[in-house]
């Protein structure tokens, strides 16, 4: 059995016996400090980030064999030809590099490139959000620093980060610095997501700030920049009844002014390591989303697990007749693109001991989709990530043995 792939069938089967048992919270909570990269951790670190630079570029970032944070690069539009990995300097930093918690690559202007990370510390849960700059575009990188101001032993993990039309650097996370203390009598349900700002390509930030209160505790956060260049958020937020759906934010608004974007009324008290995607939908001048989610909600009278697909408007709201169910019951880990009417969802879909890359792709803004097989492995794999410049994007997979890149074709 694949043990590092586990479709939404499986992870529901799972949830409800360890639900019935009373070790469901215990265990998600054994599965996130996994992924922040304890000592307990067993499995390949092979979470990876990817970004295309100005030159057109592929970059990917991740942690060797060795716990080595390197980057390499290849060129597209023929064989993939990746250069010698390089080792970056981290000093003694601790990385996590397995599943939702990876580290990642953002280009900005002037030449500057930034590496994050979450750098987990001895308490278990909790983390450091680090950051490598380079001004050179990526010849060489600065040694790691911390990227916000709390150094409290606490959580600051799941970072994302990217820059915005005006070339600002957003960096986010998801934060515990205000659950409460024990024995409140009231006790502060999930985590928060907290963002600063650097105009000067991560050589100085700004503050801390507040996104909002009560996200989820162990799911990736969705970054997109829209027609005029602003940055919106999306991420697994915990509403009223430890209701487990998503909320939409635009990054540097005023905080806790969210929207809700999807609607499943998963109630759970856990997290379960599934955050979503979000990509800026500018065909026809809808000025909107892309999203892709996974969920469980009830489907008459049984609980269905699904990773789904919508688009949202502008403000996040999501369009009516838009939801769809990607057409995969094993479906997970989804990432999504767009590029005018070009619309790219990705995942991986397992069945025994082997992991399948799929694609789905729109040329009609996500009205409808043709569904392509990429690849199969057997083993350790990461999830399936997409990168783009302008409408070029391929996807990046890595495995045991290889890092994959399959360009795709609409």
Not at 73 to 80: F, K
Not at 128 to 143: H, K, P, T
Not at 187 to 204: E, K, L, P, T
Not at 278 to 284: E, S
């Amino acid at each position: 059995m694949n043990r590092h792939a586990h479709g939404p069938w499986r992870f529901w089967l799972c949830a409800l016996t360890l639900w019935g048992a009373g070790l469901w919270p215990q265990a998600m909570a054994q599965d996130a400090s996994a992924s922040a990269g304890h000592a307990r951790h067993q499995r390949p670190q092979l979470a990876t980030g990817a970004a295309m630079a100005p030159d057109g570029r592929l970059w990917v970032v991740g942690v060797n064999a060795q716990a080595q944070l390197f980057v390499q690069t290849t060129a597209l539009g023929g064989p993939v030809l990746w250069s010698e990995p390089r080792i970056l300097n981290t000093g003694q930093d601790p990385i996590a590099a397995d599943g939702e918690s990876r580290p990642k690559i953002a280009f900005g202007p002037k030449g500057w490139v930034v590496i994050s990370y979450t750098m987990p510390l001895a308490k278990r849960f909790t983390g450091f959000v680090r950051m490598l700059r380079s001004s050179d575009g990526g010849a060489s990188f600065g040694e790691p620093f911390t990227v916000h101001q709390d150094r409290q032993e606490i959580t600051h993990r799941f970072d994302a980060i990217a820059f915005d039309g005006k070339g600002v650097l957003h960096t986010l996370w998801i934060d515990k610095r205000d659950q409460s203390p024990k024995g409140s009598a009231q006790a502060y349900v999930g985590a928060a997501i907290y963002r600063n700002a650097s105009q000067d390509g991560g050589a100085s930030f700004g503050p801390d700030t507040k996104v909002a209160d009560h996200s989820c505790e162990c799911c990736r956060i969705g970054l997109a920049r829209n027609a005029q260049g602003d940055l919106k958020a999306t991420w697994r937020h915990v509403f009223d009844g430890n209701t487990r759906d998503h909320a939409f934010a635009s990054v540097g608004a005023a905080a806790n002014r969210i929207t809700r974007s999807t609607f499943d009324g998963w109630q759970i008290n856990a997290c379960p390591h599934h955050g979503p995607g979000l990509a800026a939908d500018a065909h026809a001048g809808a000025n909107g989303f892309h999203t892709v989610w996974f969920g469980i909600r009830k489907v008459n009278g049984q609980d269905q697990a699904a990773v789904r697909y919508a688009r949202l408007n502008a403000q996040g709201v999501p369009l009516p007749k838009t939801e769809r169910t990607l057409p995969d019951p094993r479906a997970e880990h989804a990432d999504v693109m767009a590029h005018g009417s070009k619309v790219a969802v990705v995942w991986r879909s397992s069945e025994g001991a082997v992991t399948t890359l799929k694609a789905w792709l729109s040329q009609d803004g996500g009205q409808n989709f043709s569904l392509k097989t990429l690849s199969q492995t057997t083993g350790y794999n990461d999830h399936p990530r997409l990168a783009q410049n302008g409408e070029q994007m391929v996807v990046v997979w890595r495995n045991t043995q290889e890092i994959q890149v399959h360009e795709l074709h609409f």
